[in-house]
Each structure stands twice: as structure tokens, then as C-alpha cells.
């Protein structure tokens, strides 16, 4: 500036005063009518530069998938600790290794070439992610079978996806056992991850991998797989039904890759996972987003609210992932002077209550905390990146390239609202609706593998215009006035306890089976200081026939997961539909197991007696005020 005349400096002086004086007023109109706008700014920035990362890697031939990025990592970090695991620590290169030798073992012995689907029957544990990474490396798609489902539900989920393979844990072989004669028919190859497997026909396959060569899987035995190709299938509990197997194909876990890169988490960072991987929310975001950075995965086999902090600090770990229930069992531990002593700088997860979240922060220090929504098959997601607490994202302009509506519902009659010509009606502001989104090119629903009913009976049509079609995601959320979103309840059908989603119909399908059962209701009730619902049933007895509790108890055991039992069963004379025959459930989810609010026979599901008995005072008192544990 020494160079500028007197005049001229005077003229810069002024223009510079003057452009401060129009743009400090613009500065403030930003704040108050727009006033995430930086925020608004860094997330454009953020996804431009995740979309640019996603297109190039898109256009790379041959496909470049999330397995060619492990390959990656492990060419360039091959000691990083890519998985730390009960003690034990393995490398980027041991897991390499030890998938190649999965992968060469699972050729010779059952010939899986690529194109084909191999279910995988595990627990979280190292085992889990290699063989993924093997069946990547053969080509072939994993189905996620969930490891606490049995009997029926077990042979219908691996049924959904085809395969003809079926990798299970030692500790699982007994449950696969139950279930031998419908594989065998199919003509099934079980491989139980065991030395030795007393059950006749089941391949003992830990042997062939230990003598399995390390040496790499040629590409050119995945060389047709395209982004097209499932990838993996994924089992959600959806409205109705047994569960569904949701297909993700490579586009789809490609896009995957940046869950954890675009939150700011760096190779630096130890992921601690601890929700189950064969869920969307472990799987991609603990799994798949740690192979896009290069981070190290502290794996649990499942959550413990007593171990959770010691594991932290223990492993250094920065990051960890939640669903609303882990949150709320750290904040009801017993409070400890340490609680504030770990290097946890960032929470990624969803279903946290405000409630939780305050006290949360209140009671482990300052812990960023990034609350998503998204489902596994759906078409839109919302991304807490400001830090309202509570809300679980906020709708922007990026939300015009997918656009979406909450829409009014009737729960009665388990339906969109609709006007006189046909159309949904959108709710206001601050109103509840079922949250719907467009089905576009660039929002795509890819339905469920086998399943063409199901998939259908998720699109809305004719919501803003005739012709339209969008996807139901079963959600009903709240916008408010500075456009946050609240989550606040799932339609009819499926209610969620300990972070699973119950669908009501499996249940009652499962009761009905029972010989003394006529009709059964189920429906989650709310148990004071527990996210989610609890089941609940209301059935109606056949005529001459008693109730036989005891065999109740073990029928439902035998084919129902622990989180899916009806807790409470109360018997009607008759089950109230509505007039397009659905049953009524507002009125009984109202209701609740309180002895004093229902006058029909109530009982009590007992663990420890294996059978339902009488509920009374003391046990509601007991349940409410956190004596009994449910
Ligand atoms: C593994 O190799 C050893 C030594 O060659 C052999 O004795 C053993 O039977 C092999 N095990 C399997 C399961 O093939
Ligand atoms: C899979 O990926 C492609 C893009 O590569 C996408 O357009 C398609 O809808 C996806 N689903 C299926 C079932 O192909
Ligand atoms: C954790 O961090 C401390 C201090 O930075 C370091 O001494 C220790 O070795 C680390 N532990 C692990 C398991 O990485
Ligand atoms: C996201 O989470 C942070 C906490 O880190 C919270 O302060 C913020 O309000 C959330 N953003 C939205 C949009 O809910």
C-alpha cells in the first residue's frame, strides 16, 4: 500500500469503510434469518468434496470397490493395528493375510466363484471382517444373518438371499444344528469356524483355513463384478413380516466409505464398535467407514455398560458409536470419579433422547456428538452437524435435490391421511407426520431381495401429485420453526426394544402357533427410563382350551429372539379391528401393563421361572421403579 498516492489511499480508506458498512449489516441479516449459514457453508463444502471423492472413484475401470480400498490401506499401513479384538491385535496385513487364506480355503472346498452369495452366521468378532473381506475378494455377496435368530426365522432369512454357503460361528453351530434337515434338502455346505464339529455333515472349516495359502486371490476371479452386483444383504425387521433381506449393492457401500472421513475422523482416530455388525450401523459405519480412513476398529463382542469406559482408555479410543439405549445405560451406571478421564472426542450414532444427551455431556465432558438418521434400505438420511440437542438433523437446501414430506397419518387405521382427490396432506410446523421420500434417480429404493410384496408395500404413491411414488419410511418425525427434525415414533407395525426392530406380525404369527391361542395383538408398550417398547400382546383364547404358560414360554424362546418376547400377555374375549379389519392398538398401547388400567387377566413373562405369571402391583411397582430389570 506504500506505493499508493494520498488520494488513492484516501479512496481506498473510503471504499473499505463503505464495504464494511454494507456488509456488516448483511452479516447480520445472515445471522438472523439465516443463521447456520456457515454451518450450511462447511456441509456443502464437506459433501462437494465427499461427492468428487465418490464420482472419480466411480468412474475408475475396473470398479474400484470398498475391497480395492482395504487393498489399499494395507499396501500403504500394512502394520497398522487395523483390528483390536479381546487382547488381541491384527494388522492390516494379518487381516490381508487372513482373508486370503479364507477365501483360498472357501475355493477348494465348496467352489464359491463370484456372482454367488455366502450367509455368514457370526457374533462380532475378527472372524466376522475377514470373511467378509474373503468373499469380497472371491466376488461373491454376504447376506448378514442376524446371530440371534433361530429355527424359523433362521431358515426363512438365509432362504431370502440364495446362498447355497453358510459360514457359521462354533458357538452357533447348535442353533445351524436346529435346523439341518430344510439345509440339507437345500443342499446347503455349512462351514463351522471349529478345529472339530460333532454334528454329522458339517465341515469343520478352521482346519482347511489354517492350511489355506496366504498367497493373494487373483483379481481376475472378481473381475465381472460390477457396482451393480449386491454387495451385501442386510435384515431389517420391516413393517410387516418376517425380516427382509435389504440389498446393498457395491454403489451403494461405496458411497458408504465416507460415514466416518466426512465426520472428521482421521487414521489417527480408534473406532470403538460395539453394536452388532451384521446391522447397517455397525457394519457401515464401524466397518466400512474405519477401511476409508485407515483406522483401528476396538471390537467388542457386545456393548457393556460396565466395561465401556476401562475399554476406552484402555485403547485410546477417540471415537465410538451409539444407538439412544447404550447412551441411556452409560448415563443410569453408577457414577464414578473417572468418568470424565478418556481421549472420547466424538459420538456417531442415532436414537438419542434429549434427555440423554444432556446428561450425557453433563456427566462424560465434552464429547461432540453427531446424531444421523437413515435406515438401510431407504433413500434419505439427515446428519446432526450443528449440535441441537435432541434433533436429529436439519433439512437445507440440499434436501431440494431429495425431496421429502411428512405427510399426516392416521395410526388408527394404519394409513396417510388423504384429501378429496386422492393425495397425502402435508402436516405444519411442528406437527407430526410419517416422513416420506421421493423415489428418483439419485434417491433410489432397491427393495428387498425375493421379496416383490414387501418391496411394494413400502412406496407411497400419490403423494403431491398423481403418479408420484415415494418411500415409507415407517417414521414419524416433527420439523420445527429453524427446520430441525425430531424423531418421534414408528408407525403401527414395528415398535423398537434394545435397539432391534420388532415387527408385530412376525410375533403374532409366532403366538397363533400356540394350540390354545386364537387371535393374538402385539403391540410395544413404554416402560418408564427404557428407550424404545416393550412387547406386549393381546390375545383371545379358543373355546374348551386353557392356557398353558409354561409351553408358552418355551414355544416362544425356541423361535423368537429374547428382544421380541411379549413381556406382557392380556387375555380379551374378543380383539377389536377396525372397519378395514386391522386391530385396533392405540387404545391397549394406552393402556399399558399397568394392572390398575386393565381389567382383562394380565401376565407377567418371568425369566427365572420360565413361565408367565400373574402380574401384579408389586411387580408393576417393581418394573417401574428399576427393581426388576427387563
Ligand atoms: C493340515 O495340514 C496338516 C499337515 O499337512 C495335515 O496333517 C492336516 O490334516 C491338515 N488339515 C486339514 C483340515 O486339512
Ligand atoms: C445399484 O447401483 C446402481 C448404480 O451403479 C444403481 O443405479 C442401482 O439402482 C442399484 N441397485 C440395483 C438393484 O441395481
Ligand atoms: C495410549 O496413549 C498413551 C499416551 O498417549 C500411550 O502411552 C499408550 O501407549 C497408548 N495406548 C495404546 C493402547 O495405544
Ligand atoms: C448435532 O449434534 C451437536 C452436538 O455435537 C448438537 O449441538 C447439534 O445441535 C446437532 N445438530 C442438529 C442439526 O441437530
Known sequence: MCCLSPPA????????????????????????????FWKDVRLAANLLRVLLTFAARRRRKPAYLVLDRFLEQAARHADRPFVVFEGATYSYRDADRQSNRIANALR???ALTQGRTAALFLGNEPAFLFAWLALAKLGCAAALLNCNIRSKSLLHCFGCCGAKVLIAAAELADAVG???????????????????????????????????????????????????????????????????????????????????????????????????????????????????IGSTI???????????????????????????????????????????????????????????????????????????????????????????????????????????????????????????????????RGETGLLVSKITDIAPFEGYARNKEQTEK??????????????????????????????????????????????????SDILT???FVEEANVYGVQVPGHEGKIGMAAITIKEDEEPDWESMFSHISSYLPAYAHPRFIRIQNSVEVTATFKQMK???????????????????????????IPMTEDIYNSIVSGTIKL
Not at 464429547?367 to 438401510?376: D, G, K, L
Not at 415407517?474 to 414408528?490: A, C, H, K, P, S
Request: net charge neutral.
Open 298 to 428: 476396538i471390537l467388542r463382542r457386545k456393548f457393556s455398560a460396565s466395561q465401556f469406559w476401562d475399554d476406552c482408555r484402555r485403547h485410546n479410543v477417540t471415537v465410538v458409536q451409539y444407538i439412544g439405549e447404550i447412551l441411556r445405560y452409560l448415563c443410569n451406571s453408577p457414577k464414578k470419579d473417572n468418568d470424565k478421564d478418556h481421549k472420547v472426542r466424538l459420538a456417531i450414532g442415532n436414537g438419542l433422547r434429549a434427555d440423554v444427551w444432556k446428561e450425557f455431556l453433563n456427566r462424560f465432558g465434552d464429547i461432540e456428538i453427531r446424531e444421523f438418521y437413515a435406515s438401510t434400505e431407504g433413500n434419505i438420511g439427515f446428519m446432526n452437524d450443528t449440535g441441537k440437542i435432541g434433533a436429529i438433523g436439519r433439512t437445507n437446501f440440499l434436501h431440494k435435490l431429495f425431496p421429502y414430506a411428512l405427510i399426516k397419518y392416521d395410526t388408527e387405521v394404519d394409513a396417510p391421511v388423504r384429501d378429496s382427490s386422492g393425495l397425502c396432506i402435508e402436516v405444519g
Open 108 to 110: 477348494s472346498r465348496c
Open 586 to 612: 392405540v387404545k391397549l398401547v394406552e393402556a399399558g401393563f399397568n394392572p390398575s388400567m386393565v381389567c382383562d387377566p394380565l401376565f407377567f413373562l418371568n425369566d427365572k421361572a420360565k413361565t408367565y
Open 9 to 36: 489511499r484516501n479512496m481506498f480508506a473510503t471504499s473499505a469503510i463503505l464495504a464494511a458498512a454494507l456488509v456488516a449489516p448483511l452479516l447480520l441479516l445472515l445471522r438472523i434469518f439465516w443463521p447456520y
Open 458 to 507: 413400502k412406496k407411497v404413491c400419490d403423494v403431491s401429485k398423481k403418479g408420484d411414488v415415494y418411500f415409507n419410511s415407517g417414521d414419524l418425525m416433527r420439523i420445527d420453526e429453524d427446520n430441525f427434525i425430531y424423531f418421534q415414533d414408528r408407525v403401527g407395525d414395528t415398535f423398537r426394544w434394545k435397539g432391534e426392530n420388532v415387527a408385530t406380525t412376525e410375533v
Open 513 to 515: 402357533m400356540m394350540e
Open 178 to 292: 436346529e435346523i439341518k434337515t430344510s439345509l440339507e434338502r437345500e443342499g446347503v455346505t455349512v462351514l463351522v469356524l471349529t478345529r472339530e464339529c460333532n454334528t454329522p455333515g458339517f465341515v469343520s472349516f478352521l482346519g482347511d483355513v489354517e492350511n489355506a495359502s496366504e498367497a493373494p486371490v487373483p483379481r481376475s476371479l472378481r473381475s465381472e463384478v460390477t457396482f451393480r452386483s449386491p454387495a451385501v444383504y442386510i435384515y431389517t425387521s420391516g413393517t410387516t413380516g418376517l425380516p427382509k433381506a435389504a440389498v446393498v449393492n457395491n454403489t451403494r457401500l461405496l458411497a458408504a466409505l465416507a460415514v466416518l472421513s466426512s465426520n472428521g475422523v482421521t487414521a489417527e482416530d480408534s473406532v470403538y464398535l460395539n453394536l452388532p455388525l451384521y446391522h447397517t450401523a455397525g457394519f457401515f459405519i464401524g466397518f466400512i467407514g474405519s477401511i476409508e
